[in-house]
């Protein structure tokens, strides 16, 4: 599918290219409730951060395994901000719905 298309449970995919070693953000939210779904790639890392620089807090931290989705809901808090963040160990293209 390409970036921004819907799927069939009305959510739409995006694809991120993501540095290795190195937290990515995917996604900038701000006052609203969303859920992400993440599959792989496996041993990577996803949060979700709360608020800004030392006022910030990371919450939701999951780790993907390729096979099973991972949901990370992000809530209420965002009218701080809230970035959707991984973490892999190989750089390359990460698919989500959102």
Known sequence: MFDGQQNNQGMSNHTKFVRKNKWCTVE????CRKKIVFIGPPDARIRVRYGV???SANCRVQILDGNQQ???????WSVFMAKVQIYSNSEEFISYSL
Not at 28 to 31: E, H, K, T, V
Request: glycine share 14%; hydrophobic share 55%.
């Open 28 to 31: 900038i939210l701000w006052n």
């Open 53 to 55: 620089g030392w006022l």
């Open 70 to 76: 991972r949901i990370v809901e992000v809530n209420g």
